[in-house]
Each structure stands twice: as structure tokens, then as C-alpha cells.
């Protein structure tokens, strides 16, 4: 995994930072994620009844499968903070879900950094532009603003920021 130190991240503002690998979305994985979740929609678990019943050709994933996903695809390409002593999830600012994604298809993750802030001493906020790539579709399956924190030991905060 590729690394950067708190005074590069700002010059990557604006800049595509990560491509994840591409992940395969199986029935197996909907269906657990159906059970964690208690959702059983047909159109999520019922591969027969999704083809006779739904305009999807079959079962797809549940929209928040793929949003869930989006922690493994930045693990997998985002560049790490050397000085980061944890990392946290924020939240978003607007999640879209665009295309459905089909029982087998494959998926990958777009990261875009689009602002950064300190926030006290030990603290950066990191805002990205996310898409979820669908292989052979036009469309994504998702777009999103995702907000993260950075915290790191105030001792490792550039000078002049």
C-alpha cells in the first residue's frame, strides 16, 4: 500500500487518489448480507423469482451491500497518512444510487480528494468523490461525497497548517 505524509495530502486535492481492485458481488455474499441485515426482499435472495418478476434479469445487490463496500475498495487503493493513528468514518454528504448491481457482477471504486481540513490539533478531515464502477456498464452503481478523519498525534502536524 502506498503512502503519503500529512504535507502531501494537500497537493493531491482535486486528484483521482485510488482505483480499487475489482470485486465480484456473488449471490452468496447478497444472501449473507440480506441475513445480517434482515432484509429478504425477493429481489435480493429469490434468484428464481427475480427473474420472472423483476425488470433486473435476476437478483441484485442491495444498495447498501455496495455502499458497505466502499471501506474494503479504500483500503485496497486510497493512499495511507504515515502519521495516521486511526482513521474514522464521518459520514456523507449525498449517496446516489444510480445502476443496480446484478448477482455476479464485478465492481470497483473511483477515489477523487476533493477538500482537506485540519480540525484541532490532531485531527484532518478529508472529503472524497466516490464512484462505484459496474465492469461493461455505462452507468455507476453509486456516487457519493464521503467524509473521513484523520487523527494523528498533534506533535506530527506540519508546520503552518
Known sequence: MREISLTEVGGLVGTEVGVSDWLTVDQPMIDLFAKATHDHQFIHVDPERALAESPFGGTIAHGFLTLSLLSAMNFDCVPRIREQTMGI???FDRI????PVKSGSRIRGHFTLAETRFR????LMTTYDIS?????ERKPALTAIWITIIQFDPKDRPEGV
Open 96 to 99: 446516489r444510487f444510480m445502476s
Open 120 to 123: 484541532g490539533a490532531g485531527m
Open 89 to 91: 468514518n464521518y459520514g
Open 132 to 136: 462505484i464502477e459496474i465492469e461493461n
